[in-house]
C-alpha cells in the first residue's frame, strides 16, 4: 500500500460508494480530528512568545510518513523531541532583553 499516494488522492464517488456507513463516519472523524490537531498546532506556533529557531521549521515528516509508522514509534519519536526541547534551547532569544 503506498500510504503517501492515499494521503494525497481525492475521494470519488466509486470510493464513498464501497464504504460501508462505519468506514465513511470513520474517515470522517479522523479527517476532521486531523484538521482539528493541525490547526491547533499552527494557532499556538504562531500565538508562541518567542519564535522556533529556523533550522526546526524545516519540514521533516509528510504526514503520509507519520501514518506509515507505527503509533509506538511515532510517540517515541514525539517524546525525543520534547526530551530535546528540555536539553537544547530550541527558540530564538527574545529581542526585547
Known sequence: MDVEKLLSAHLGMGEAWHMNPDEA????????????????????AQTSEAPLKAE????LWP????????RGEWLDTHRLIQQLGS?????????NN
Open 63 to 70: 504526514l503520509a510518513a507519520i501514518a506509515a509508522m507505527d
Open 25 to 44: 463516519a470513520a474517515l470522517h472523524d479522523h479527517m476532521t480530528g486531523l484538521v482539528t490537531v493541525l490547526s491547533a498546532v499552527s494557532a499556538r
Open 87 to 95: 536539553a537544547a534551547p530550541l527558540r530564538k532569544e527574545s529581542m
Open 56 to 59: 526546526l521549521l524545516v519540514p
